[in-house]
Every structure is written in structure tokens, then in C-alpha cells.
């Protein structure tokens, strides 16, 4: 790969990491419910992915054995995306998002429960890391806070994605992408269409033009070039660019709602991206 088009496809890594990151502004400012905003984002994305997919001639087929799998999968990206937006309203962006930033250490940690590895004691230290970042984040251990509400909220998510991603492994590279991407939002959009009846979405009325963003620039494009972008790196290279998502989404929500991290919210989210740095560099060098 020539020197030009490497520094392209940074860019466009780069690029797709700052379009996730606006979840973070955009769920805390979308006035709905979680569930009812995810139901829309998923319904929206599923529609923009399957057009995509239909002007690229991408084949949609799943092999039956598979099905059982994407489907289980596409269950944690729900819970991963409705307990994240819960994250960001009870607490803020900083908060919901370096939360979630806790899933490259779950991933280790769990790892070897899905497959023959054995647990690196280094992962334990990086474990302990992040401990210590969460307590930083959240000083105030009482359950009627709503920071520390926020805080669990988003480790529950970092779980739940954790999860969907030691799932798909070993699956996802016999396929596409974003026909990937456009089956996990079509089952997250069908299993959540109960929420329409027992929640408010009258909303909706107001608020189309941020869940249209949601939908399009952060689920639809940012995923899909971010997919995309992993064909030229590694996995630890998109990682550790990947983990700017809560920087420039603090960066985000600073400027579009006026959200000031504390001192705190530094401390603690420099500890838990200091994780996600050390182990995608360590994964590199294995």
C-alpha cells in the first residue's frame, strides 16, 4: 500500500470514528424515550443499508447454520444500543460514552470463555485499570445518583457489545459488512416494535431531522465505513483510532450542548482509554 493511500485510509477511519461519536450528543439530545429513539434509528438504518445494498448488488444470504447466531448477536446490539442511550440521559456524554469504552477489557476477559485461549494475567491488571477509572467517573457510590445510574447503564451496554462481538467472531468475515450491519438493525427494529404501543414516540414530529442523523451519518455511514476500513488494518490499528469515539464526542458535547467534563470525567476516562490503547497495541505485537 503506497504511503497516499495509506494516510486515505486513516483518513477515512478517522473520519468514520468522528460519525459514531455523534451518538453520543444526539441520543442525549433527541427528546424520547431510548427504546423509542433505537426503534427508529434501527428502523431508519435498516432502509438505508438495504437500498445500499441493492445499488452495490450485495448478496443477502445467510447461511442456516449462521442464522441462530446473527440473530442472538443482533439481541446485544440492542441491549448494547438502548442501555447506551440510557447512559447519556441519566448521566452525560463524557460519561455514557468512556462507560462503554470499558468493552475492549470485557472482551479480554471473557475471551476465553468462547474460545481455547487462557487468560492473560495482564488482562487482569488492565481490568483493575478500568476499575479504577469507572470509581473515578462515578466518586458517588449511591444508587439515587444518576451519575453513577449512567455509569452502570453503560458498562451494562460495554457488555452487551462485548458480547455481540466474541459472538459474531470467527462468523463475520464470510460476509458482507454492511449486509451484516443491515440485519442486526432489521431484527433490533422488529423486536422493538412494541415499544411504539407502550411508550410515547408522538415526538417523532420534532425530532426526525436528529434521528434521520442518527439513522443515516452515525448508524448507516459511520458503521459501514468504519466495516469498510478494517479490510486495510489490523484490528488493534481501528481499535486504537476507534477509541477517539469519546473524545470527539466530549469535543461534540461541548460544543453542540454545552456539557463541561469535569476533572473527574478526565481522570478516570484517561485510565480507561489508556486500556483500550495498551491492549490494542499488545494485541498487535502477539
Known amino acids: 500500500m503506497s504511503e497516499k493511500s495509506h494516510l486515505n485510509n486513516i483518513f477515512l477511519l478517522t473520519v468514520a470514528t468522528l460519525f459514531i461519536s455523534t451518538s453520543g450528543a444526539l441520543g442525549k439530545f433527541i427528546d424520547m424515550a431510548p427504546p423509542v429513539i433505537i426503534w427508529w434509528r ?14 452495490k448488488g450485495i448478496n443477502l444470504k445467510i447461511n442456516k447454520k449462521d442464522r441462530w447466531t446473527f440473530f442472538v448477536a443482533a439481541l446485544f446490539m440492542g441491549g448494547h ?9 441519566l448521566s452525560n456524554v463524557a460519561i455514557g460514552m468512556l462507560s462503554v469504552f470499558t ?9 476465553p470463555l468462547f474460545s481455547k485461549t487462557k487468560l492473560d494475567p495482564v488482562h487482569i491488571l488492565l481490568g483493575i485499570m478500568v476499575l479504577i477509572g469507572i470509581y473515578i467517573l462515578a466518586p458517588n457510590f449511591n444508587l439515587e445518583s444518576s451519575q453513577l445510574q449512567g455509569v452502570l447503564f453503560g458498562l451494562l451496554s460495554a457488555l452487551c457489545y462485548a458480547l455481540r462481538i466474541l459472538i459474531l467472531k470467527g462468523h463475520a468475515a464470510n460476509y458482507n459488512g454492511t ?3 443491515f440485519y442486526q438493525v432489521l431484527i433490533v427494529a422488529i423486536i422493538l416494535a412494541p415499544v411504539l404501543y407502550f411508550m410515547d414516540s408522538s415526538n417523532i414530529t420534532t425530532q426526525y431531522p436528529y434521528v434521520i442523523l442518527l439513522a443515516l451519518l452515525t448508524t448507516a455511514i459511520g458503521h459501514t465505513m468504519f466495516v469498510n476500513s478494517l ?3 489490523k484490528a488493534s490499528t481501528a481499535s486504537i483510532i476507534g477509541s477517539a469515539q469519546p473524545v470527539f464526542g466530549i469535543i461534540i458535547a461541548y460544543f453542540f450542548l454545552n456539557e463541561i467534563p469535569t476533572i ?6 484517561a485510565l480507561i482509554l489508556a486500556t483500550v490503547v495498551i491492549e ?3 494485541s498487535k505485537t502477539k
Open 42 to 55: 434501527a428502523a431508519l438504518a435498516g432502509l438505508f443499508l438495504l437500498l445500499f445494498c441493492i445499488y
Open 81 to 89: 444500543w438502548v442501555s447506551y442511550f440510557y447512559a447519556l440521559k
Open 103 to 111: 468493552f475492549p477489557v470485557m472482551i479480554a476477559l471473557l475471551e
Open 179 to 181: 449486509m451484516l450491519m
Open 231 to 233: 479490510k486495510y488494518f
Open 264 to 269: 473527574h470525567t478526565f481522570v478516570g476516562g
Open 280 to 282: 490494542s497495541i499488545r
